[in-house]
């Protein structure tokens, strides 16, 4: 047992290596020197992060974690959560569904411009390769763009689940890390990258200091945890 925990931690140990590699070492260095160097962060929402779980009072509560831009599957699920326990017999209005962008997910908190201008759909290898895609597909998309078979067509955009009461909330930490990354890589000032980034996060998105701590405070006010990808 001891000689399996150790081969799964340097396994562990051996993709975060890889990842900082890909990322760039001074860069992932320089910015978790930034993040702890300042206890607060510095999103641009004018909500505090606390009041979004301090805010949750439904009766089914749940927080999807994000942490890939793996396609339908964090937009479906929290609308199947919603039709669900309608079915069951819970208005919509008394439940509490909270989604969490974080690490390579956080390109879905931002609008169609950022995505083409900083080719994030390459960039954060949306649905796990490396393509095309010049807009948000989950922001506003047309009437009719997403079915499932057994349900027909469903109202997954952003906009329509924030309708329906789902917040949103993105990851301040991977902002960071990611906007500098970027910045590396392609010769630019990190800082106007992340204030850009920041400039252009959909309307209802909240910055939350990371993800990881987010998914805590969501668990921390009674909501049940599910892994959306």
Known sequence: MQEKNQTSRRGFLGNFASGAAALGLATLSGTLQELQASPGFSGTNPGDPEQVFKNLKGKHRIVFDVPE???IFP??????FLLTNMATGTAEKDNNVVVVLR????????????WSKYNFG???KVNGEQKTINNNPFWKPAKGTYKVPGFGV??????ELQDSGVQFVVCNA??????AAYAEQNKMDAAAVKKDWESGLLPGITV????????????????AYCFAG
């Open 208 to 223: 939350v200091p990371s993800g990881v701590w987010a998914l805590g405070r969501a668990q921390e006010n009674k909501c």
């Open 103 to 114: 690490h390579t997910g956080i390109p879905y908190a931002f609008e169609d411009r950022l």
């Open 69 to 71: 831009a793996t396609g």
């Open 75 to 80: 937009f479906v699920w929290p609308r199947v």
């Open 174 to 179: 991977a902002m960071t890390v990611y906007s």
């Open 122 to 124: 390459e960039f954060f």
């Open 154 to 159: 469903v109202d997954i955009g952003i906009n």
